[in-house]
């Protein structure tokens, strides 16, 4: 991977060397909840968006290297009342993920929700996504939304794309 970008949760961010220090928060998640987090990824022999760093060392991995790698994720929590965190790490191995239209309903839905997030802030990299893919996104994955949350979703997309024109 070339370079990445995390969607959303910006003013959340970690800064590098405060990742093992277990006295800075980055954000709370309440105990049976759920996140979702989205990154903009950019792989080996894409254009890159940014340019390199002069003095850094940007060594491509080698093809024999972990190839099937992608990423390496790790993740820091603590328990309820804890002082001292938790370390979990695995990789994202390509081939063992599936693509958008094989994803879960609900990531889906997520993701049409951060599409919308990202749209209504003038998000350059979503110039060519359309008001129209990101109700169809959503209208695909609505699920059986029991509390009617999904539907006032998409209408919100709706009249967002009404008042934009």
């Not at 340019?51 to 390496?72: C, F, G, I, P, V």
């Not at 893919?133 to 967002?160: C, N």
């Amino acid at each position: 991977m070339t370079e990445y970008r995390q969607i959303g949760y910006e003013k959340r961010q970690l800064r590098d060397e405060d990742f093992n220090n277990d006295k800075v928060d980055a954000g709370d998640i309440g105990a049976g909840k759920h996140v979702t987090l989205f990154f903009e990824l950019t792989l080996n022999g894409q254009k890159a968006s940014v340019d390199k760093l002069r003095y850094a060392q940007n060594k491509a991995a080698s093809k024999t290297t972990k190839s099937s790698e992608l990423a390496w994720i790790k993740l820091r929590w603590k328990a309820p009342q804890g002082s001292e965190s938790t370390l979990a790490e695995f990789p994202v191995v390509m081939g063992k993920m599936p693509i958008f239209a094989g994803a879960s309903e609900d990531f889906r839905f997520r993701a049409a929700v951060a599409a919308f997030g990202q749209k209504l802030r003038g998000s350059e990299t979503l110039a060519d996504t359309t008001w129209p893919q990101i109700i169809k996104w959503g209208e695909q994955a609505r699920g059986e939304d029991r509390q009617g949350y999904r539907a006032e979703f998409i209408k919100l997309v709706k009249l967002a794309e009404g008042l934009s024109h």
